[in-house]
């Protein structure tokens, strides 16, 4: 009798241990399959691209801005048939320019901006409301903080933003979405950008030397 009981006894646990190594295969099968950690380099990878991205959808906090700087000339101007314009009615687009450099009342700063407005604060200058459609910077200024590119390398761009661009009549061009950062560089160091907001996503070598073309317009002006 004592030894039946022996024996069932050793079957249960033959039975617990088989169950229990089923269990683990079961861990070890494709529903809990582990993935491999990455590899430095799709890190970095994936890190340019969280920082490109994020630049693309906010470059510089326009409100932030607009307070440090006090003041700028302002004026109505004419979209162009390229901006991104929201369908709302009552709206404009504004020119922002002429803001003080920095700390000092006598030099002007290399920033040119254009906003889309609508509402009934359209002409006021305090209006959280407006939205960043393009923005044209050819010198350094500390108040762009993480949008002050100008003076940067090839190198340090493609540390910060990956090498994701095309080139354009010799400019780079980094594009997500309807956005686009335009960059020219001189010996390899950039000398003006250009941000901007559009009305299409097939940003094509065309859309961009037309958007060359009325900057240097503009410049020229």
């Known amino acids: 009798m004592k030894f039946k009981v022996l024996f ?9 241990k088989d169950a229990t190594e089923n269990t683990l295969d079961d861990l070890k099968s494709d529903r809990f399959e582990l993935l ?5 380099a799709e890190k970095e990878t994936f890190y340019k691209h969280l920082r490109l991205t994020k630049f693309l959808e906010n470059p510089i906090d326009l409100q932030e801005f607009k307070l440090k700087k006090g003041q700028s000339l302002s ?11 929201p369908d709302i009615k009552d709206a404009l687009f504004y ?11 006598d030099k002007i700063a290399p920033i040119d901006i254009i906003v ?5 604060n359209k002409h006021n ?5 407006e ?8 010198g350094k200024d500390d108040d762009l903080k993480s949008a002050n590119l100008v003076g940067l390398t090839t190198t340090e761009l493609e540390l910060q933003f990956g090498s994701d661009y095309q080139l354009s009549d010799n ?10 950062l335009i960059i020219e560089l001189q010996n390899s160091k950039v000398t003006w950008f250009k941000y901007i907001k559009l009305n299409t996503e097939d940003i094509t070598n065309e859309l961009i030397k037309q958007i060359l073309t009325n900057t240097i317009n503009h410049h020229n002006k």
Request: proline share 5%; aromatic share 14%; hydrophobic share 40%.
């Open 8 to 16: 069932l006894l050793v079957l249960v646990c033959v039975s617990c």
């Open 171 to 180: 400019k780079m061009v980094y594009t997500m979405g309807n956005k686009a």
């Open 125 to 129: 200058w305090n209006d959280t409301t």
């Open 95 to 105: 020119r922002y320019g002429a803001f003080p450099f920095q700390n000092s009342k």
């Open 36 to 40: 491999p950690e990455p590899d430095n």
């Open 75 to 85: 004026s109505v101007t004419n979209g162009l048939d390229y901006h991104f314009q």
């Open 131 to 138: 939205l960043l459609i393009e923005f044209t910077v050819s």
């Open 116 to 120: 889309f407005k609508h509402g009934i």
